[in-house]
């Protein structure tokens, strides 16, 4: 009799799995798309022609072409609102051998731009604070006035951005400034960066990367909840009420569960399997968060063999993917391999 207890129990939990709804992973040991979705030969939920056409699983989704939605390609192209480069100390120097200067990154992101649409703005996320150690963030520039060092707050020397943002300012280059927080609160940062750069008509806003917020052991970061995202946007829209806040991370679960209000949500996953799985992953972040506005960070090294050969059809499934779930959408590559990018354009 025990026996078959636990046989029942086993085909209890198989047929629980296979009937699992998802608009992520799908097949067979998985289980399937959500309504609408269709299974591609790859196991990603997804809507476009790549999901629901050849190889498409049809026991696990919609298999349609017709009627399952969006295909590849489609969207407004006007849904493209931003385009151009992460732009870091680090990594730019990395990728170039020194700091490239203001005018080289205006350069730079008019060149990128000059492959999409022309009413995208010239976008750059400028890194102002770089994670440390031990939850110290360090700025790169001096404590501004009625600010000092604190054992997790470090500053810089000297300003090692306020000659590019005077570029930016006067070729209208759209800017978000972002620190990689470490263990500090987040509006207190704000503040501080605000207190530094507010006069710049460039900047639009504010970012902070998850990954670098209270990092931990696992180096994932730490999870923003819809009060404190909340709590964040009021302090920056106070500063200015133009401005808007992007958060960073590469898990939907990182970001407020259902707070939308004046952000943007950007993604920097990487190291994918294929371009199935590019394009199912950018379409489930632009359907995701399709009550804000999305940005994808891209180029990283670890899909470099995926994009060598053509690195604006890359970026450009991307686009193609988000922007018929999501009216404001961002492309933005990496400074680790701009110079790479730059030298095949």
Known sequence: MSDLRLTLVVLLCVITAEVKLSTDRCGSGIGKCDSGYCCSKYNWCGKTSDHCGSGCQTSYGTCDSSSSGSSSGSGSSSNLKWVGFRFSQGGSSSSFGSVPSGDSWVSYTSRFKSYFTSSAKGTVI?????????????????PPSGYSQTSKINYSDSDRLESTL????????????????????????????????????????????????????????????????????????????????????WEKSYM????????????????????????????????????????????????????SSNPISFAKAFRDSAIPYNSNVGILWVDFTAKTLLDKI
């Not at 400028?126 to 001096?142: C, D, E, L, Q, R």
């Open 256 to 307: 407020p569960p259902n707070y939308r209000s004046n952000l943007i949500f950007v993604n920097d996953g990487n190291g994918f399997d294929n371009l199935d799985h590019v394009k199912s992953y950018a379409a489930s972040w632009a359907s995701k968060f399709s009550g804000g506005k999305v940005m994808f960070q891209i180029g990283y090294a670890a899909d470099k063999w995926m994009w």
């Open 166 to 249: 005077t570029k930016f300012d006067n070729n209208g280059i759209h800017v978000w400034l972002q620190v990689e927080p470490g263990n500090n609160d987040l509006s207190t940062l704000a503040k501080i960066v605000f207190a530094r750069y507010k006069h710049h008509s460039c900047v639009k806003g504010f970012g902070v990367d998850l990954e670098w917020w209270y990092p931990g052991s696992d180096g994932s970061g730490s999870k923003i909840t819809d009060s404190q995202a909340q709590s964040l946007v009021n302090t920056v829209r106070g500063i200015n009420s133009g401005y808007t806040v992007f958060l960073k991370h």
């Open 126 to 142: 400028v890194i102002v604070s770089a994670y440390i150690s031990n939850g110290v963030t360090k700025f790169y520039f001096k």
